[in-house]
Each structure stands twice: as C-alpha cells, then as structure tokens.
C-alpha cells in the first residue's frame, strides 16, 4: 500500500513515516504543503495522511482539492494535526477528512486509525 | 501635532483590535491638534510680557477672552484624556492578553523541550542496560537467542519512542512562530504611537521589516500544545463517532 504523507515539518514527515515503516508499510511519498501534495497525488496512492497547518495549501483545502479529482475523491485521507477544537474537527470533516489524530500522537494511535480505514484504502 | 495621518486598514485577521486602537490614537491626535491650536490663539492674543508692561484685565481685550479659550482647552484636555483612557484600555485588552498568553506559551515552550529531554534520556538508559543484557547474553558459554530477541524487540520500541518524543519540536516551533507574531503586532502598534509622536518617525522602514518578520498565519496554531493529547484525541473522536452516527 503506497501512502502520501504531507507535512511542512521534515521532523514530523520522518516521524510518520518511520511509524509506518515499523508497522510494516514501507511505500511512502513525501509532501511538504498542500500544492506539492497535489502535485505528487496519483492513482497509485492508496492512503494520505496530512497536517493541517503548512504554507502555500493548507491540508484542509488540499483534501478540498484531492475531493474534486476523480481519483483522490474516495482515497482514505488521515489528519494529523495539532489543531484539536470542535469547529476545526468539523472543519475538517466538512473538508473530506476521514479520521483524526492530534498531536503529539502515540504509534500506537496512528496504528489503529489506520486499520480502521483500510477496508476504504484496499476498496 | 502638526500631522494628522488617517491609520491604514490592516488586512491581517487581528486587524479589528489593531484597528480600533489606531482609530482611538487618531482621534486622540486630532483632540490634541485643537488643544495645540486654542494654546496658539491664546500665545497670538497675550503681549510679550518681557518687552510690554502688564495691563490691567479691565483694559486688555485679549485678556478678557481667556477663560472661554481656557475653558474649551479644558473641555478639549478632558476630551483627550477619556481618549487616552479609552486607547489605554483597548492596549490592555488586546494587547497585555496576547503578550500574557505569550508568556504562558514560552513557558510551555520550556517545559514541553524538558520534558521530551528528559523522555529520551529515560529511554537512552534503558537502551544502554539493554545493549549491556544483550552483551552478557553474548558472554554465555550457551547464549539464550529467545532472550535476546526480546530484548532486541525492546530495544527497538525504546529508540522509536525515543523518535516520537522529537514531536514536540513540530508543536513548539508552531508557539514560537505564534509568540513572533505577537512581538511583531507590539512592535507595529508601537511604531504607530511613536509615529503619533513624532513625524519624523520613518514608518516605512519599519512597516517592511516587521512585514518580513511576520510568520505566516497559515503554517501554526496559535493554540498549539504538547498538553492533554489523550483527551483531545478523546474529543475528536467522539465528534467524528457522533457525526458520522447522525449522518447514519
């Protein structure tokens, strides 16, 4: 399964991706905002997980973005973000966001937010 | 007191509060232009008392229209005080709030680098006594392989939590790019109470340096926080639980 992992914070994009390798998925592309999100998406992406906060795109309005592309509009999209009140988790809901996970987060957390959408990933 | 600039629009989202204290300078400005102006009146009617001997008030025609300049310089002071109290209190409210949850960000800040010092140094040690269990393992005349690759397992979750205490680098460079927008924002409102005071003030050099030293907006949460994260995981999921079964 390939995953697309954007974050502004090169600490971060290696946190989430080394969590990842570790729970044994090693196919990962990395994004630094929301534009070069964009421009990095295909069809071979199976998964996102995305920050909220970055420059150029913010991860809402990249997920906005990826919604409106034939083959972005049902791929899993996972944020991650520090973000953590109500109207920005709905905010994000409305944006297309499938799950949620505020940081500072637990591998054990992004595990389990990542099983539960798989059935939608393999899809 | 000879200028009197109009305060430009700010486009930023904390514009409203910026704005009114602007608004509330440019009108204390404009109360001290007339109390400048009645005191010229008043300097233009008095005699040159070093050079023309006193007349008496009865006589003196500009004497005799001092207490209405006095009295409208005295409405006019009032009026500028209640201004400055109004300015003082919009300063108060906006910015000692911001510059207060400043404060408390830098100290989280602190805190939050001690705290995931202190983790990675635990788990540095527990990494060493495992690296020295793994070694005297190796020693054994028959070594024990199951035991070592528990420990080994061990070893690795104590380096990966190692590497996911580094998150709090991602959330505190968010509250100092934060506590930088305020010392910018004071800055600005400071240049304007100093450009009220003197327009000789170059503004424009300022203006384009703290324009450059401004983070931008879009790239932190101001209420980022390394604190609470299992309850607010714990209140985005039930927001995303509870949508979702409404949606149902």
């Given amino acids: 399964m390939k995953f697309l992992v954007v974050d502004d914070s090169a600490t971060m994009r290696r946190i989430v991706v080394n969590s990842l390798q ?6 990962t592309v990395e994004a630094a905002d929301g534009q070069e999100a964009l421009a990095r998406f295909d069809a071979s992406i199976q998964f996102v997980i995305t920050d909220w906060n970055m420059p150029n795109m913010s991860g809402t309005d990249f997920t906005r973005a ?4 034939p083959e972005g509009a049902t791929v899993p999209v996972l944020m991650v973000t520090a973000r953590s009140v109500k109207e920005d988790i709905l905010t994000a809901m409305e944006a297309g966001v499938n799950n949620y996970i505020v ?5 054990q957390v992004l595990k389990e937010k990542i099983d539960a959408l798989l059935p939608a990933a393999a899809a | 007191m000879r200028s009197c600039r109009r305060p430009q629009p700010d486009g930023a989202a904390n514009a409203m509060s910026t ?3 602007q608004e509330v300078l440019y009108e204390t400005e404009a ?6 102006h009645g005191l010229d009146g008043l300097r233009e009617e008095r005699p040159d008392s070093d050079h023309v001997a006193p007349t008496p008030p009865s006589m003196d025609g500009g004497l005799s229209a001092l207490p209405a300049i006095l009295e409208r310089a005295n409405a006019q002071i009032l009026g500028v005080l209640a201004r400055l109290r109004e300015s003082r209190a919009a300063l108060e409210t906006t910015a000692l709030e911001k510059l207060a949850s400043t404060h408390e960000k830098i100290q989280e800040v602190t805190s939050a680098t001690e705290d995931a010092a202190i983790n990675i140094m635990d788990a540095c040690d527990r990494a060493t006594q495992m690296v ?3 070694d005297a393992i190796d020693a054994e005349p028959t070594p024990d392989r199951e035991r070592a690759g528990t420990v080994r397992g061990s070893l690795r979750d104590e380096l990966f939590l ?4 580094l998150q709090f680098q991602d959330i505190t460079s968010q509250q100092l790019a934060h506590a930088s927008s305020v010392l910018v924002e004071m800055e600005k409102r400071l ?4 450009r009220l005071f003197d327009t000789r003030v170059d503004t424009d050099v300022f203006s384009t340096r703290v324009a450059a030293a401004m983070p931008d907006e879009q790239t932190y949460d101001p209420n980022a926080t390394t604190r609470d994260s299992e309850s607010r995981q714990a209140l985005a999921d039930e927001i995303f639980t509870t949508v979702r079964h409404n949606a149902a």
Avoid: C, N, Q, Y
Wanted: hydrophobic residues 45%.
């Fill in chain 2, 191 to 194: 240049i304007d109470i100093a």
């Fill in chain 2, 132 to 134: 020295d269990e793994l």
């Fill in chain 2, 162 to 165: 190692m590497m996911g205490a």
């Fill in chain 2, 19 to 21: 704005h009114r204290t």
């Fill in chain 1, 66 to 69: 990826l919604r409106t592309r």
């Fill in chain 1, 103 to 107: 940081k500072p987060f637990t591998p």
């Fill in chain 1, 22 to 27: 570790r729970i044994g998925f090693t196919d």
């Fill in chain 2, 31 to 36: 109360a001290l232009r007339l109390v400048d």
